[in-house]
């Protein structure tokens, strides 16, 4: 079953406007850690943020902000004011602290974000 | 500090062949991740490491693929012999430990097997 959902499979914006990529995840575990990753055309994968289940804190980096609600199992990222630069497919990913599962980072299928001039 | 290293960047093999990947974690790391990604998808855990002990592989399709980190360091993955269908990217991540870390990708290898 897929425990992550990304349901955008890309998102088209023009410079400066606001994208905001959804974020459904799905586990019984009631400890458990929510990631966002970026994957620009290189193929690397960059780590953007890591948050754990018991903090529902939404948290802002820069141009970046991230809205958990435990209540309807999403995780939601937004770029403020898009650049060209942010061009590239973003990962949501869920690890589980069960026994089984703990450090196994479950990828969403990524929404590829591509900005224009 | 370095990244993860991968080598080859590219590899391009015919089916029924074999071939390696090579994987050099951050220094220091302990858990050394495997990942298959199919284009268009997310990665796909297929082992991890801690230290030179195997924690989980679970996705591994065990009759073709192994892998091994003998001295708890770099990593090896094969695949023997090679299908159609493990045409993909094989990314190698490492952590400074299980779950309480970030995992730091490597660039990835890219096969194509034709």
């Known amino acids: 079953a897929q425990k992550v959902t990304q349901a955008q499979t890309e998102i088209s914006v023009v410079e400066k406007e606001d994208v905001t990529l959804d974020c459904v995840y799905e586990?019984?575990?009631?400890?458990?850690?929510l990631f966002w990753y970026k994957q620009p055309p290189s193929g690397e994968l960059v780590f953007l943020i890591r948050?754990?289940?018991?903090?529902?804190q939404n948290e802002i980096s820069g141009r970046y902000s991230w809205n958990f609600q435990k209540s309807t199992s999403s995780f939601n990222f937004t770029i403020t004011a898009s650049q060209v630069v942010d061009s590239a497919v973003y990962f949501c990913?869920?690890?589980?602290?069960?026994?089984?599962?703990?450090?196994?980072?479950?990828f969403g299928a990524g929404t590829q974000v591509v900005v224009t001039p | 500090e370095a990244g993860v290293a991968q080598s080859p960047r590219y590899k391009i093999i015919e089916k029924r062949q074999s071939v390696a990947f090579w994987c050099n974690p951050i220094?220091?790391?302990?858990?050394l991740y495997w990942y298959q990604q199919i284009l268009g998808q997310g990665p796909k855990l297929l082992i991890q490491?801690?230290?030179?002990?195997?924690?989980?592989d679970s996705q591994l399709p065990k009759d073709r693929f192994s892998a091994e980190r003998l001295k708890g360091v770099d990593s090896t993955l094969k695949i023997q012999p090679a299908k159609l269908e493990d045409s993909a990217v094989y990314l190698c991540?490492?952590?400074?430990?299980?779950?309480?870390?970030?995992?730091?990708f490597g660039p990835g290898t890219r096969l194509t097997v034709t």
């Open positions: 991540a490492s952590s400074v430990d299980r779950l309480l870390y970030e995992q730091y």
């Open positions: 586990t019984r575990d009631t400890t458990y850690y």
């Open positions: 948050r754990n289940s018991f903090d529902e």
């Open positions: 990913a869920l690890s589980e602290v069960a026994t089984d599962s703990w450090g196994k980072l479950q």
């Open positions: 220094s220091g790391h302990a858990t």
């Open positions: 490491f801690q230290n030179n002990g195997v924690v989980d």
